[in-house]
């Protein structure tokens, strides 16, 4: 993009961002930080995406060439940047970009023909124009009977055709299929014939504020599979609500890890089935910067120390796009204490990094209960998991091999977490069980 070109992508982390972050903690200007780095990195792989796709021989199919969709992000830009952020930042944008830039360098098989993959960059310029409110008219690729337009929702129209138009004249915005029309309500997040809108969850406490994206809808929502829309229902949706509402007070409470750079790094929250998960479940991806998997299986505290844990991932990662800290890190594998199977140094080193982030929090809680059930769960995950991050931490300082940074934010861990190694830890009564 002419203007995203010259802007955001000479990055410098301020000091005391860093040193923020490697207490295991960082508040919203270091997130900020980190979010800029995740948008230019987006940017140039959207870049390379065009460049790519535009040269191959097999595309366009039906729609658009590629570089008509940059054209479009380019308009969309000039009248609102924060419009063109939202659905760079968006988490699916970067499953979609990752996943389909394998695929056109022959590295992964697809689900679907490339042209409608590749096509999907024709909705991203389509949803960024309607949020920058520019007139336009632009085919995008559908799906059974679907289009997705992502970051806003999706339409449902009573046609089979790959392909299906977008328009938006004035204030009025509709997507088109022969004889069919879904028109788009002002809102983009509320419901209306044929459209679903992505709600938001919503958690305050204390004057903080976490409002995540709940997407049950997008295909590239989950990092680990294409997956169909699976619209919760109004029950399942209030029990989300609830139980993310409850969680997020927990998490608000705590101060080991600063719950506002929590908030600013969870973009959106994946819902995923019992089915595939029946006990409790989180995850995340550096392709998909601020969103976190989670299943229903969770109670409030289990539910917070999650999002805790990820967050912390996803902070990890996206540092680590922009200060190196580790030189390889992949050939040797070692012993992780938090999991049955052995990781390699990046992921032990993201494990540390998560659990210091639960350490605390735990500790947290542990300062704040009262005697009984609550507090003995505190003291057993509090003293499992300072245990569990020392022995990960000893082993990257005796194998890893880091960078000067690297070093650096090692040992700030280790001086936080000996901290908490230092603390004594309350009996728990010997009938005790975790649960």
């Known amino acids: 993009m002419t203007s995203s070109a010259t802007r955001g992508l000479n990055h410098r982390l301020p000091v005391q961002s860093f040193a923020e972050l490697a207490r295991g903690s960082g508040g919203p200007s270091a997130v900020a930080e980190l979010r800029s780095g995740q948008r230019s990195r987006a940017m140039l792989l959207l870049r390379a995406l065009v460049d790519i796709a535009s040269a191959h021989p097999a595309l366009p199919g039906p729609l658009r060439p590629p570089g008509e969709a940059w054209h479009l992000l380019v308009r969309a830009e000039n009248r609102s940047p924060a419009a063109v952020d939202r659905l760079l930042l968006h988490p699916p944008t970067g499953v979609w970009l990752n996943r389909c830039l394998r695929r056109l360098r022959g590295m992964e098989s697809g689900d679907g023909p490339l042209w409608s993959a ?17 007139d336009f008219r632009g085919a995008v690729p559908a799906r059974e009977g679907a289009v997705m337009l992502p970051a806003l929702g999706l339409a449902r129209i009573p046609d089979t055709a790959d392909v299906a138009e977008v328009v938006r004249y004035g204030r009025k915005a509709a997507v088109l ?37 709940v997407d049950d809808l997008d295909p590239y929502r989950d990092f680990l599979r294409i997956r169909d829309p699976e619209r919760l229902g109004d029950e399942e949706w209030q029990g989300w ?7 997020w007070r927990l998490v608000s409470e705590q101060r080991q890890v600063d719950p506002r750079g929590i908030a600013a790094c969870l973009s959106s929250v994946v819902p995923v089935p019992y089915a595939a998960w029946p006990e409790p479940f989180s995850a995340s991806s550096p392709e998909a910067y601020g969103c976190v998997l989670l299943n229903g299986a969770t109670d409030p505290l289990t539910l917070a120390a999650a999002l805790v844990h990820e967050a912390q991932h996803i902070k990890l990662s996206a540092l680590m796009d922009l200060v190196p800290l580790i030189e390889g890190g992949l050939e040797e594998i070692h012993y992780a204490p938090w999991r049955l199977d052995p ?58 091999e880091l960078t000067p940074r690297g070093e650096e934010f090692l040992h700030r861990l280790e001086g936080r977490l000996a901290l908490w190694l230092a603390q004594r830890v309350p009996a728990v009564p010997g009938a005790w069980r975790r649960t």
Do not use: M
């Open 118 to 134: 590749v096509g999907h960059l024709h909705a991203v310029a389509a949803a960024a124009a309607l949020l920058a409110g520019i």
């Open 177 to 213: 299929s022969g004889p069919y029309s879904v028109t788009l309500p002002a809102d983009f997040s509320e419901d209306a014939p044929g459209w679903h809108g992505l709600r938001r969850l919503r958690g305050e406490h204390e004057g903080i504020v976490c409002a995540p994206l």
């Open 241 to 247: 609500q609830k139980r993310f509402g409850n969680a």
């Open 343 to 400: 990781r390699p140094l990046r992921g032990l080193l993201q494990g540390v990094y998560a659990f210091l982030g639960v350490t605390g929090f735990w500790w947290d809680r542990l300062r704040r209960a009262e005697p009984g059930p609550a507090r003995d769960t505190a003291a057993f995950e509090f003293a499992l998991r300072r245990a569990q991050t020392a022995s990960g931490l000893r082993t990257l300082l005796a194998h890893a």
